[in-house]
């Protein structure tokens, strides 16, 4: 079993940043990648960023130049910045590896709310 536990909750003001944080922990051999998604009310879910193990990243082009995902060893970081209401969504993390004894997983946090607006 992997576990993803998020940090950050969070209202804030149109401009203003945010950092939300994912730690993941269980039986963990290797992590390949780590992620955010987030979902808006009536929206699907939707990626965000992305991070490889090798430190590649990738994000939506709405939040390019906003936001910057990173991480260390288990624990992947998001930090947002000029945070407009758009942004308002649940953010989900996520990840995928393998498992001690090699089985793959893919894990999701359990979400965090995001609310911009003034």
């Known amino acids: 079993q992997v576990q993803l536990v998020e940090s950050g909750v969070g209202l804030v003001q149109p401009g203003g940043s945010l950092r939300l944080s994912c730690t993941a922990s269980?039986?963990?051999?290797?992590?390949?990648?780590m992620a955010w998604y987030r979902q808006a009310p009536g929206n699907e879910r939707e990626l965000v960023a992305t991070i490889t193990n090798s430190g590649n990243t990738n994000y939506v082009d709405s939040v390019k130049g906003r936001f910057t995902i990173s991480r260390a060893n288990a624990k992947s970081t998001l930090q947002m910045n000029s945070l407009k209401p758009e942004d308002t969504a649940v953010y989900y993390c996520?990840?995928?590896?393998?498992?001690?004894?090699?089985?793959?997983?893919?894990?999701w946090g359990q979400g965090t709310q995001v609310t911009v607006s003034s």
């Open positions: 269980g039986s963990i051999f290797s992590i390949n990648a």
């Open positions: 996520n990840a995928n590896g393998l498992r001690v004894g090699w089985a793959p997983f893919t894990s």
